[in-house]
């Protein structure tokens, strides 16, 4: 069974300008999160959909957002870019939603903001 | 404020030896604790976990103990081998009974030495 799917891999982009990154779930996998990874702040919770409901929220800025699609694929959306938004995107399936589930995380999508 | 923290950020052990790499949470409500191992360029790979009703539990040269009377956990690996090289994070579930939420420790960064 292929594991989760990230992509792109790298991404540069300006000061700005936003982004558009991707994620597909492992297959039958119905929940899909999104983290963020830093050095300075490690790893940091931005959002979970399930079912293409966003079922929580971390403590990111509206400029942060994202979406899921039926299929269980999900993207998420960067606006207006700023240096500090430099970092490892990481998504993450699991069957469903909840306390107990165990979550597999894709490879990343390296953003560079520049 | 949500915290897992990591008591120590490295440590280095002579590959055949056993590690214990500990956690502190402070979230007396969680419930799902997870072991994470994380290689360069990789995302993080599901190790073990352990629900709160558990005390300890095994997997292939692994063990995740948990004491919840002082929140903490510790992850020890059995015969250490430079494959083990990598960082490991700690990360409880604290979403409500239907959304999934992982905060995560800083991580500990294990070398083992040939």
């Known amino acids: 069974k292929a594991g989760v799917t990230q992509t792109p891999r790298y991404l540069i982009k300006t000061r700005g300008q936003q982004v558009t990154l991707s994620c597909s779930p492992i297959s039958g996998h119905r929940s899909v999160s999104w983290y963020q990874q830093t050095p300075g702040q490690g790893l940091q919770f931005l959002f979970e959909?399930?079912?293409?409901?966003?079922?929580n929220k971390g403590n990111f800025p509206g400029r942060f957002s994202g979406r899921q699609f039926s299929n269980s694929r999900s993207e998420m959306n960067v606006s207006t870019l700023e240096l500090g938004d430099s970092a490892l995107y990481l998504c993450?399936?699991?069957?469903?939603?909840?306390?107990?589930?165990?979550?597999?995380f894709g490879s990343g999508t390296q953003l560079s903001v520049l | 404020g949500e915290s897992v923290g990591l008591h120590l950020p490295t440590l280095s052990v002579q590959e055949g030896d056993n590690s214990i790499i500990n956690c502190a949470y402070s979230n007396s409500a969680s419930d799902y604790f997870i072991w994470y191992k994380q290689e360069s360029g990789k995302g993080p790979q599901f190790i073990i976990d352990?629900?709160?009703?558990?005390d300890k539990r095994q997997g292939q040269r692994v063990t995740v103990l948990l004491n919840k009377t002082v929140k903490h956990l510790s992850l020890q690996i059995a015969a250490t081998q430079p494959g083990d090289s990598a960082v490991y994070f700690c990360a409880e579930n604290r979403g409500s009974s239907n959304t999934g939420k992982l905060i995560f420790g800083q991580g500990t960064t294990l070398q083992v030495k040939p």
């Open positions: 993450a399936s699991s069957l469903y939603s909840g306390t107990n589930e165990k979550l597999f």
């Open positions: 352990i629900r709160s009703n558990m």
């Open positions: 959909y399930f079912s293409e409901t966003q079922r």
